[in-house]
């Protein structure tokens, strides 16, 4: 028996490993990355022979994994809940077309948002779906579903997923486990082009398959226990309850512990989806009224049959968005037992007056902001200084910062830096107006969703520049390998993809690599670039600035350091610090000058370059 103190995100690879998953694909995003990683260091460890891959996107993770589940073999897929938007078309029809092996999507919710698009609710796609749904209320718990929803969906042959939401996804907790073991399985894939390949009238009879199926899935949801379940006294009734899911339940429990309230039931629906009828039903006759405190929409409160017992968001109760936090919860218990004539759990303010008073202290507010050396803000300045009233449209990654420098000015989802590009040129050019566009978008969201898009543009004419801001890693989920390197998450070398070769065979015809640290060459064939775009004979201008990560590479990204000082000549402009927004710099208030940080400096050498007095220069 061994023990650790695994994040939640380790407890559920833990958990996939524990009930066999013989084949694990991804994608990163926060905060489901770490699952992944995770599940190769306890497979390494145990010398297991699970099949592991980051993929190129969401929907090429799907359906890897659905292709093993339906060979028999029991497989997963893990993103965040954004991702599941990209896989969402696979993930409606594997839910009619079923899987032999068990086949579990772990899709990762983000209430906030800490660091995503959208607070959307997994819950609901996979209600949209028909697709059943674990709801975990903590890391341990998450472990334990996982081989739930494996045996369910054996059992039933459907996908089933997994929501975790980030507090449960980022959260640590204590976890015993014994030795795992190789799950030996052998692929079989038997043909049976009626379901496997089924055209629409099949799927009219498999839908049909499927809605009986979760007829039967949800009986048994109504006594599974302990993820669906009420501590109703039996023969009582009760003038107020409370109906919870997820990570609200594990506070609901805190709460009730902290303030020693036992009078109050609670029905906790771990598992919501097919909604267990029987077991809701129950408790909502053994109450007067019920409050529903879920995250992040209204998936439990809308399936809930007496709308004139329930309380939640459709009643004011609980706040349409954003996270659900400890004190949030206390203070919407408060008001609904108030509102019932019913004492709260506290007279206190629930930590309001201490957010009040930190509110007061008008401290300055730090904006996220690129790292010391990025090699993007060399890129965003170049690209600027050529083309200063051009639309930037943009994408998801680190780069997405560029906003701070005004060289962002759309961010709709991955891919969108290229299509969006496309829509404002079709936008200005039915008025006959030329509109400069510089589109910017990360090596791994163009490998992710780009190709399509720039594909579209260069078939229908479209004129702008892309720089495709290549730092050999995806950095903003976590480090990832790129397809570039070649370099698998295990370890092993795959094949190096040439993102110049990718780019020229969706049809380009400009295609230059610079150096983003060399600014006054980036800044040349940025103009250049633009050139072509307005030629008659041109088209679409593909730039690549190409500079290893500072953070991954830092060896290789600064081979060459520079000792930098500040001259006599600066007279205090800023635009080191304000305009191009290089941490290290920084304005001594004492000595109204700027200043150079040596602890945040990076010894890059850029802002020799970029300094309108030529103000700062090597020792």
Not at 253 to 270: S, T
Not at 326 to 340: G, H, S, Y
Not at 573 to 580: A, E, I, N
Request: hydrophobic letters at 40%; charged letters at 25%; aromatic letters at 8%.
């Amino acid at each position: 028996m061994k023990e650790e103190f695994l994040l939640g995100n380790g407890a559920m690879a833990l958990g996939l490993l524990e009930a066999g998953c013989q084949i694990m694909t991804s994608y990163p995003g926060t905060p489901s990355s770490e699952i992944l990683p995770e599940m190769v260091r306890f497979s390494k460890a145990a010398n297991l022979n699970t099949g592991i891959e980051w993929s190129v996107n969401e929907k090429v993770a799907f359906d890897n994994a659905f292709a093993a589940a339906i060979s028999g073999k029991r497989a997963a897929c893990c993103m965040k809940m954004v991702g599941l938007n990209v896989a969402a078309d696979s993930f409606m029809s594997a839910a009619y077309i079923g899987n032999i092996g068990g086949f579990v999507i772990i899709s990762c919710d983000d209430p906030g948002p800490h660091s995503s698009q959208t607070e959307q609710d997994s819950r609901m796609m996979a209600r949209l779906g028909k697709v059943p749904v674990f709801d975990p209320a903590s890391p341990e718990e998450a472990r334990e579903m996982i081989k739930a929803a494996f045996d369910l969906s054996e059992e039933f042959q459907v996908p089933v997923l997994v929501r975790p939401a980030i507090r449960i996804c980022h959260a640590r907790q204590n976890i015993k486990y014994d030795r795992l073991e190789s799950n030996m399985t052998k692929a079989e894939f038997k043909r049976e082009p009626s379901r496997w390949a089924s055209t629409p009238k099949f799927r009219f009879m498999q839908h049909k398959a499927l809605n009986e199926k979760h007829v039967q899935i949800a009986e048994k949801f109504s006594t599974l226990t302990p993820y669906n379940i009420h501590n109703l006294a039996k023969g009582k009734h009760y003038p107020f309850g409370i109906v919870t899911g997820g990570v609200p339940s594990s506070v609901v429990r805190d709460l009730f512990e902290e303030y020693e309230r036992d009078d109050i039931p609670v029905l906790k629906l771990g598992a919501p989806y097919p909604f267990p009828e029987k077991l809701s039903d129950e408790f909502m006759d053994a109450c007067d009224k019920v409050l529903v405190i879920e995250e992040t929409d209204t998936v439990i409160e809308y399936m809930l049959r007496d709308k004139h017992k329930t309380l939640g968001r459709l009643s004011s109760h609980v706040p349409m968005e954003g996270e659900l936090l400890p004190e949030k919860i206390e203070v919407m218990l408060n008001k609904a037992l108030l509102d019932c004539a019913l004492d709260p759990l506290s007279g206190s303010d629930c930590g309001m007056e201490a957010f009040g008073l930190v509110g007061s202290l008008e401290l300055p507010i730090r904006k996220p902001t690129l790292c010391p050396g990025c090699p993007h803000r060399a890129s965003f300045y170049s690209i600027r200084k050529a083309l200063p009233k051009a639309i930037f449209p943009s994408d998801i990654g680190c780069y997405t910062l560029g906003i701070n420098l005004g060289v962002v000015d759309t961010v709709l989802d991955m891919g969108a830096g290229i299509t969006m590009a496309s829509g404002f040129w079709n936008a200005y050019i039915q008025d006959d107006v030329k509109k400069p566009i510089v589109a910017t978008m990360g090596d791994s969201t163009f490998f992710h969703s780009g190709t399509t898009g720039l594909i579209n543009a260069v078939y229908n004419d479209a004129r702008f520049i892309l720089v495709i801001l290549d730092n050999h890693i995806t950095a903003m989920t976590g480090m990832q390998p790129a397809i570039t390197q070649g370099d698998r998450v295990d370890g092993r070398k795959g094949n190096a993809i040439s993102l110049e070769t990718i780019v020229k065979g969706c049809g380009v015809e400009y295609l230059k690599v610079v150096d983003p640290y060399d600014t006054r060459h980036m800044i040349k064939v940025v103009k250049e670039a633009a050139e072509h775009v307005n030629d008659p004979d041109g088209g679409v201008a593909v730039v690549i600035a190409r500079h290893p990560c500072v953070i991954a590479f830092k060896d290789e990204a600064i081979p060459e350091k520079f000792e930098i000082e500040i001259s006599d000549e600066c007279d205090d402009c800023g635009f080191c610090h304000l305009r191009f927004e290089c941490p290290a710099m920084v304005r001594n208030e004492e000595t109204e000058k700027t200043e150079i940080n040596p602890v945040l400096c990076a010894q890059c050498g850029v802002c020799l370059t970029i300094c309108p007095k030529d103000a700062i220069e090597t020792v």
